[in-house]
């Protein structure tokens, strides 16, 4: 069974253009969950889909945010009009979460966006 | 608001010796799930352990072990005789309980460097 998969691993770019990621979930894993970590900081959370409806968005996910899983299985999240401060670390975690079952969240590589 | 504090922002240790991540969380949920990550110098988030509200009960797996204590809201980590494999990032996490028990977003802590010298 393969991991989480993100693409690219790693992405510059200049203030104000658009960038977006893609995570590849595990296979079968109903959920999936998109965080961002800033240098010495923990993973703090952004969105999250069960199949492909947002549930839950954080009030970090600014509207220049969006985040999509068209089919419920692979999702992108687009930034647009970057800014410095969206540099960090996105990461996307994937989990199975069933009725009576409690879940765990299965962390990808990450995609570190750099912006000049 | 839910809140995780890893008080230890650097330990290093030599090789084989024992070292203790601290741990203490906030919720005012009476359901909740403790997990610890490892993000060792490659980034990816490993998974470690998950434990819920209601089982109190020490594990170990191997060199690692686990204390939960409800009444002090700590949940701290011990590697018995470090390597140097063990260096990375250490993250503590909670998480609230949805309805049929399982749980979604996690709040995690600022993270534990472990630095194990040879």
């Known amino acids: 069974d393969t991991g989480v998969s993100q693409n690219p691993r790693h992405k510059i770019t200049k203030r104000g253009q658009n960038v977006t990621f893609r995570c590849d979930p595990i296979?079968?894993?109903?959920?999936l969950y998109w965080y961002r970590q800033t240098l010495g900081q923990g993973p703090e959370f952004l969105t999250y889909f069960q199949n492909e409806a947002q549930l839950e968005k954080s009030r970090l996910l600014s509207d220049r945010f969006s985040a999509e899983r068209p089919k419920g299985s692979f999702s992108t999240l687009e930034i647009q009009r970057t800014e410095q401060g969206d540099s960090a670390m996105y990461l996307c975690?994937?989990?199975?979460?069933?009725?009576?079952?409690?879940?765990?969240?299965?962390f990808g590589p990450g995609t570190r966006l750099t912006v000049l | 608001a839910q809140k995780v504090t890893q008080a230890q922002t650097e330990i290093s240790v030599v090789e084989k010796e024992d070292v203790t991540l601290d741990c203490v969380y906030e919720t005012r949920d009476t359901t909740y799930y403790l997990f610890w990550y490892k993000q060792p110098p490659s980034g990816e988030l490993v998974f470690l352990i998950r434990?819920?509200?209601?089982?109190?009960q020490n594990e170990i797996s191997g060199r690692y072990s686990w204390n939960f204590q409800k009444s002090t809201s700590s949940f701290n980590f011990t590697i018995t005789a470090s390597q140097v494999v063990d260096s990375a990032v250490y993250f503590c996490a909670l998480s609230e309980a949805r309805s049929g028990g399982s749980n979604y977003k996690l709040t995690f802590g600022k993270g534990t460097l472990l630095t194990v010298n040879p």
């Open positions: 434990r819920n509200s209601f089982d109190e």
């Open positions: 296979s079968e894993h109903n959920r």
């Open positions: 975690a994937s989990s199975l979460a069933l009725r009576t079952y409690t879940d765990t969240q299965y």
